[in-house]
């Protein structure tokens, strides 16, 4: 599979005197919607098509649950998501104070077929 890019340019901050650089973004096709993957994923399985999105949209209910619990989902060869903050920081832990902490963030770690896949990938101007 070829993913596409495209050159855009970009100054660095801490030298905003400095020529901007060409750096490469994705250009993206399409987004796949939920009804799409689980059309999809009942071609090559033997769960049909209601059911598959029925299981996706559980699966897009519940792990909001588990993540506002700060608990680490594992989705199998997928990957995991986990969430970390972002705070300033503090000389002492007695100056820290809640009111420090930015906000969370959701991180992605992929499972070993994703990164390989992505490994893989193509790439071409476009």
Do not use: H, W
Request: glycine share 6%.
């Amino acid at each position: 599979m070829k993913v596409s890019y495209r050159l855009i340019p970009r100054r660095n901050p801490g030298k905003p005197e400095a020529k901007p650089k060409q750096y490469a973004t994705i250009v993206r096709p399409a987004k796949v919607t939920l009804d799409e993957l689980a059309s999809r994923i009942a071609e090559i399985s033997p769960v049909n098509e209601l059911d598959t999105k029925t299981a996706l949209m559980t699966l897009a209910r519940v792990v909001p649950e588990y993540l506002a619990k700060g608990a680490t989902v594992e989705l199998g060869d997928i990957g995991r998501l986990m969430v970390n903050l972002s705070s300033a920081g503090a000389e002492t832990e007695e100056d820290f104070s809640n009111d420090m902490i930015k906000g969370c963030k959701v991180s992605y770690r992929p499972g070993i077929k994703v990164y390989k896949a992505l490994k893989n990938v193509e790439k071409k101007k476009g």
